[in-house]
């Protein structure tokens, strides 16, 4: 179980890609996320999407050459992501219980991002955990970048994770910081109310 089930039932994930084709449709540009994941490392890098929902973070990485493995909790959107590109890695998998070499999946990544919120919609009280998972999944040097609301303005629930805890969190994981921005398009943080922070293992 997670926030995100709690919100939406695990049946939302036409919903959310139909919300976010309507958007690039309309002009909105849909891949901030990946185009600052690809300022950070070069293609071929292997890049692991953590909630990576309905694919489209991914999906775009993989049109630019990076090696990518996406794992979500919902099998409703892990549906859309899979009928997108059915030759990409999908795995169905608590993001508090990932173990890459349980699917299959090497570890050692480059790269792991966790956009959408993800780090506030996972089960209360397993936020650290789940951090601690994603670091073990990077190899030394590695990036981990987290991107989510910080106030009821930028999350459809109340929020429970405050940059304190999330640096908290990254440094018992073995994580330093890098870099903090205020968007996906760099802009600097402001101390508002959304954060997209760099971490390092």
Not at 19 to 44: T, Y
Not at 90 to 99: C, G, P, S
Request: aromatic share 6%; with cysteine; hydrophobic share 45%.
């Amino acid at each position: 179980m997670s926030r995100w089930n709690d919100l939406t039932g695990g049946t939302s994930g036409e919903d959310y890609a139909a919300r976010f084709a309507a958007l690039a449709r309309s002009g909105k540009d849909v891949h901030g996320e990946a185009r600052f994941c690809s300022a950070l490392v070069p293609p071929g890098a292997r890049v692991l999407d953590a909630g990576c929902g309905t694919g489209r973070v991914m999906i775009r990485l993989a049109e630019l050459g990076y090696d990518c493995v996406g794992v979500d909790l919902d099998a409703s959107m892990l549906a859309v992501a899979r009928r997108q590109r059915p030759d990409l890695p999908w795995h169905q998998v608590d993001l508090a219980e990932f173990e890459p070499r349980a699917l299959g999946v090497a570890p050692d990544f480059d790269l792991v991002v966790a956009a959408g919120n993800v780090l506030q919609l996972v089960a209360e009280d397993t936020a650290a955990t789940v951090v601690r998972r994603l670091a073990a999944a990077l190899r030394p040097g590695g990036l981990l970048v987290a991107g989510f609301g910080l106030d009821e303005q930028h999350l459809p629930v109340a929020p429970t994770l405050t940059l304190r805890q999330y640096d908290d969190h990254c440094a018992a994981a073995g994580l330093a910081p890098v870099e903090r921005f205020g968007t996906w398009d760099a802009d600097p943080y402001d101390g508002g109310g959304y954060a997209v922070s760099v971490h390092h293992r």
